[in-house]
């Protein structure tokens, strides 16, 4: 049973335009919620994350909404930047300090 | 800044060979966790430890064992290889208690073949 999901595998977004990645999650006990960046050939990079106390974050070009009546969080970028062309993962803690990860977004920045 | 390094990026064994991958972190973080990441299945929990010789299992944690002997050393063994353990293999660790205020911190994966 996958507690955090991404529907969406892929995206692709014109530079200076906005990016919108989305996360549906199943537990509603979750205290938070974390975004992830990964490049090819590194590892997951923490982006941003929100308390499920609040319903949105903001970090420079990053914002995350946090809707908790639909289980549903969405991480804003704008502008997109080339170098924002990555895997995106959302994370939820499941338990004893471990992360469940989502399936991950590939999002591709179009020059 | 937070290390977590893993001692290999790219590895190549048989099946049927034992498979050691290492990771060692340098913040003193209690929790130390070995995940996998495939295409459309994501990042998946192996095992995780929190603290010297402690461990528990992940989601799939068959097939593999982990030993944590040192607080910054956590290593993830394979007894015995297989072709369907070719994956992507990410260490990371993190501080006890810190929450959403100091998420984990991940190496740059072993990518391992089994061939």
């Known amino acids: 049973d996958q507690q955090v999901k991404q529907n969406s595998p892929s995206l692709s977004v014109q530079e200076g335009r906005i990016s919108i990645l989305n996360c549906d999650y199943t537990n509603s006990m979750f205290d938070y919620f974390l975004w992830y960046k990964k490049y090819p050939a590194e590892g997951p990079t923490f982006l941003i994350s929100?308390?499920?106390?609040?319903d949105k974050n903001e970090d420079g070009r990053f914002t995350v909404f946090l809707n908790k009546s639909a289980k549903h969080l969405s991480l804003h970028i704008v502008p997109s930047q080339p170098g924002d062309s990555a895997v995106y993962f959302c994370?939820?803690?499941?338990?004893?300090?471990?992360?469940?990860f989502g399936t991950g977004t590939r999002l591709t920045i179009i020059p | 800044d937070v290390k977590v390094t893993q001692s290999s990026r790219y590895l190549v064994k048989r099946t049927g060979e034992k498979v050691f991958l290492e990771c060692v972190q340098d913040?003193?973080?209690?929790?130390m966790f070995w995940y996998r990441q495939d295409p459309g299945l994501g990042l998946r929990l192996i095992y995780f430890s929190y603290d010297v010789k402690m461990k528990e299992k992940g989601d799939i944690p068959e097939g593999y064992s982990v030993s944590r002997e040192k607080k910054e050393r956590f290593s993830l063994i394979l007894e015995s290889a297989s072709t369907n353990q070719t994956s992507m293999y990410l260490c990371?660790?993190?501080?006890?208690?810190?929450?959403?205020?100091?998420?984990?911190?991940f190496g740059n994966g072993t990518r391992l073949t089994v061939t």
């Open positions: 994370a939820a803690p499941g338990g004893n300090e471990k992360l469940t």
């Open positions: 913040m003193d973080h209690e929790n």
């Open positions: 990371a660790s993190g501080k006890q208690g810190a929450g959403e205020n100091s998420p984990l911190h």
């Open positions: 929100i308390s499920s106390i609040k």
